[in-house]
């Protein structure tokens, strides 16, 4: 095998495993090493949120991963109310208003079997041991658990790493921020006297909190952030007994666990890289970010780094956008952890408070609050990602996320946006009166003559016929008037959407002079002859 590749990835975690596909979906030449001799088993992160799903449906794996998991209308804060207290997902649009619970293990196979679909392996028992900078990128050094050492050259590095990233340390990067005063108790176990019937569940008294979440076979994940068990170092080895009094007391009732799969004490921090990017290494998920697990963000904002991260170096290394474009990840990425930290702190200091009247407060006012419909759409767009956007581009919706949509295609099949957006470029939405495509024919032509293999414009007329039209471009009905009612538009809308699902530029009129002007800072090649067209 060359030791020479266009990007190196350093873990296959979900991180790792995402930008790898990314990356391997646009033909650049990919390889991922993994520490690990066999893929984890642990089922570590549940919760997978709905843009995190959004972002499986363009990788066409969405379906598959909900098949294998089980839906929960929202994060609890409480379950010992009368009501559940809970922001619910209930009613966002998305075609995924629920939180998937899967464990990590599931995720990580679905997405290595369709990196491994792509032609990609996961080089298992590789260790990246250090690395340094050289004239063409970057030289890693890989240790193999058969003992031998090995390099590898490549443009650029990822580090995908998870807390204890290597290659943030060999970037001689600060992880700034603390470790939390406290030990959570886990385990994987099978529970008696208590049926979390209604799916995942949170309790609290005096002696702390606990998460009960089912699984399909029966078994359950408990944890407990219990007062009485936190002199203990949470290296130590958790023994079931301690996890079974501690759950009791926290259910106040008898209840017996059995069989566990996995035990083990759990302490979390709150830190953050200063910086996200350094020359020709990135890095991404864990390595760049640890928080408290209130609200199930981990997993999520990982994955939603590498789908960042992995158009942007796919299409800077084969130069159809400009090099710069690469800044943008940084600068869209580290605002988001940024923001995750201080979210999850936040749940996580008002789940854990100490003094009993509080506590009390903090139920009369969970209890006043989170009812409130502006209250729960807020929390529910946040924790589920639906929220994010960014600073980018020109027009009311650039750096919004781009809500799914149906239409229907000249064969009278239905067809969602998110499907088009496997398209792995950009997809240029052209919002056309059919009555007036006659007149406009000539922009829409020019217009449409950007079409690349990186850049594919779908016409999207708001009623009639496709057949009757005869554009050099895909030609779709909005059915269901689902872009003026979900975006507003109006017919001569042109909307530029980034390959994850992000607008990044969005006119009001079919103008290519004005479509000319704003792509430069997103696309490189189809410039010259575009420009050609508009001349
Ligand atoms: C108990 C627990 C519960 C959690 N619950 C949730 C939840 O409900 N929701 C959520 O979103 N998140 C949750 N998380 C967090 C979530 O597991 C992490 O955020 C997620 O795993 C991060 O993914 P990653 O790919 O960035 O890093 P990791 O999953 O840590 O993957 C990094 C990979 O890199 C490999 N590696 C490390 N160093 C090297 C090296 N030098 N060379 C080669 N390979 C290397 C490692 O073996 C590993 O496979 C939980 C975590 C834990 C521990």
Redesign the pocket.
């Known amino acids: 095998m060359l030791n020479k590749t266009e990007v190196l990835i350093?873990?296959?975690?979900?991180?790792?495993l995402t930008t790898a596909i990314e990356l391997a979906r646009r033909n650049i030449n990919v390889r991922i090493?993994?520490?690990?001799t066999q893929p984890?088993i642990r089922s570590?992160?549940?919760?997978v949120h709905a843009r995190t799903l959004e972002l499986m449906d363009i990788l066409g794996i969405a379906n598959e991963m909900v098949r294998r998991g089980y839906t929960s209308p929202g994060i609890d804060f409480s379950s010992n109310a009368e009501k559940p207290l809970r922001a619910s997902m209930y009613g966002l649009d998305t075609r995924f208003p629920f939180i998937l619970i899967l464990p990590?293990a599931e995720t990580e196979a679905i997405l290595e079997r369709r990196l491994n679909d792509l032609g990609i392996e996961v080089e298992r028992g590789?260790?990246?041991?250090s690395f340094t900078k050289t004239d063409e990128g970057i030289c890693g050094i890989v240790e193999c658990t058969e003992g031998d050492t090995f390099e590898i050259n490549a443009r650029y590095l990822v580090g995908?790493?998870?807390?204890?990233?290597?290659v943030r340390k060999t970037l001689d990067l600060s992880f700034e921020g603390s470790s939390y005063s406290w030990t959570a108790l886990?385990g994987d176990v099978q529970l008696q006297g208590h049926h979390a019937e209604g799916g995942t569940e949170q309790h609290s008294n005096n002696r702390g909190l606990a998460f009960i979440v089912p699984f399909d076979d029966g078994s359950h994940r408990i944890v407990t952030i219990d007062r009485n068990y936190q002199s203990t170092r949470h290296t130590r080895k958790l023994k079931l007994e301690d996890l079974q009094e501690s759950i009791s007391a926290i259910l106040e009732k008898p209840v017996e666990l059995s069989d566990p799969k996995w035990l083990t004490r759990?302490g979390a921090s709150l830190r953050l890289a200063p910086q996200y990017r350094v020359g020709r290494v990135f890095l991404?998920?864990?390595?760049v970010h640890i928080h408290s697990?209130a609200g199930?963000?981990?997993?999520?904002t990982?994955v939603q780094d590498a789908f960042n991260l992995g158009w942007k170096l796919a299409l800077a290394i084969e130069g159809t956008a400009p090099e710069a474009i690469l800044n943008t990840y940084n600068a869209e990425r580290h605002a988001i952890g940024k923001k995750v930290l201080r979210t999850s702190d936040l749940l996580l200091k008002s789940l854990l408070l100490h003094q009993p009247l509080l506590r009390q407060l903090r139920t009369i006012l969970f209890q006043l609050l989170i009812p409130l419909p502006p209250i729960q759409r807020n929390l529910a767009l946040n924790l589920s990602g639906l929220g994010i956007s960014y600073q980018t581009g020109k027009g009311d919706l650039a750096g919004k996320r781009i809500p799914d949509m149906e239409f229907m295609t000249a064969k009278h099949e239905l067809v969602r946006l998110y499907q088009l957006l496997s398209f792995p470029g950009y997809t240029l939405l052209l919002f056309i009166d059919p009555n007036q495509a006659r007149q406009e024919r000539d922009k829409i032509d020019r217009l449409i003559g950007y079409a690349d293999n990186r850049l594919k414009p779908q016409i999207i007329l708001n009623n009639g016929l496709p057949a009757l039209h005869n554009f050099q471009a895909n030609t779709l009905v909005d059915y269901r008037g689902d872009l003026e009612t979900k975006l507003g538009a109006k017919t001569g809308r042109v909307i530029l959407i980034r390959p994850d699902g992000y607008v990044a530029s969005d006119l009001s009129t079919l103008d290519p002079e004005a479509f000319a002007e704003q792509l430069p800072s997103w696309k490189t090649r189809k410039i010259a002859s575009s420009k050609a067209l508009v001349a």
């Open positions: 350093v873990g296959a975690g979900p991180t790792g090493i993994e520490r690990r984890s570590k992160a549940l919760v990590q590789r260790t990246l041991t995908a790493d998870g807390a204890k990233s290597v886990l759990w991404g998920g864990d390595a697990p199930g963000q981990g997993l999520n990982g």
